[in-house]
């Protein structure tokens, strides 16, 4: 009797820690896989949130005539009849610097 109690026990905690820590389902298997859940979800509300700005995107590019004018003013210079361009260039940091006397005569950068 207690020789079945003992392999009743024996086999009921290896069931219990069989189905808790082995097989394709074990608890720390499914805490994995809630956590990737949880990854999964933040990546897809980002990728949505993506996808609306970018519908938001092709509505005006498709619809609104300042959109497409304000793109071809800034990346092509078109202009209007009529209108002057004024481009402005970046100074190059690599010519040497400009010196400038000041009110004493002296030479500064």
């Given amino acids: 009797m207690r020789l079945r109690l003992l392999l009743g026990g024996l086999l009921l905690a290896s069931a219990a820690y069989f189905a808790l820590f082995g097989g394709d389902y074990s608890l720390?298997?499914?805490?994995?896989?809630k956590r990737e859940l949880?990854?999964?979800?933040?990546?897809?509300?980002v990728a949505e949130s993506e996808a609306t700005?970018?519908?938001?995107?092709?509505?005006s590019l498709e619809n609104d005539s300042a959109t497409i004018e304000r793109i071809a003013r800034e990346r092509w210079g078109l202009i209007r009849p009529g209108e002057r361009l004024y481009r402005f260039e970046?100074?190059?940091?690599?010519?040497?610097?400009v010196v400038v006397p000041d009110s004493t005569g002296r030479r500064r950068r």
Wanted: avoid cysteine; glycine fraction near 0%.
């Fill in 53 to 59: 700005r970018l519908r938001a995107r092709v509505d």
């Fill in 28 to 33: 720390l298997e499914l805490q994995r896989i």
């Fill in 90 to 97: 970046e100074s190059d940091s690599s010519r040497d610097p």
């Fill in 38 to 45: 949880e990854q999964e979800r933040a990546r897809l509300e």
